[in-house]
């Protein structure tokens, strides 16, 4: 049995997706971007935006009863591999060892032009 899990601390889907799913005690979170969830905005700069996202990831997983810490595989995706240093940094403040297992890839293209995009597995 699976569990839709949605918040409004952290951006609603843009499409035919939930937020989150809770199934066997696993939490999948779909690509958090870095909208601020109350006004709607994206903040510019790639400082700013991974700070929104991780921050959405975090109150998202809080909302399916879980945290950063019970997270297991993170895949980020984002716009340009120059800004990984800057990201990672950022990342650092919110996972710390031991830390998940991460995939990180450059695309050409984010929903809303945004710099960056995660995803999360985490237990509960």
Request: charged content about 20%; overall charge negative.
């Amino acid at each position: 049995m699976k569990t839709v899990i949605s918040t409004d601390k952290a951006p609603a889907a843009i499409g035919p997706y939930s937020q989150a799913i809770e199934v066997n005690g696993m939490v999948f979170t779909s690509g958090v971007i870095p909208v601020n969830p109350a006004t709607g905005e994206i903040p510019s700069g790639v400082e700013a935006q991974a700070e929104q996202a991780f921050s959405n990831l975090s109150n998202l997983l809080e909302a399916a009863g879980t945290s950063t810490e019970k997270v297991v595989k993170t895949t980020v995706f984002i716009k340009e591999m120059n800004d990984f240093a800057t990201i990672n940094a950022i990342y650092a403040k919110y996972f710390t060892a031991p830390y998940p297992s991460r995939s990180c890839v450059e695309v050409a293209r984010l929903p809303k032009d945004v710099l960056l995009e995660v995803e999360a597995v985490a237990t509960k």
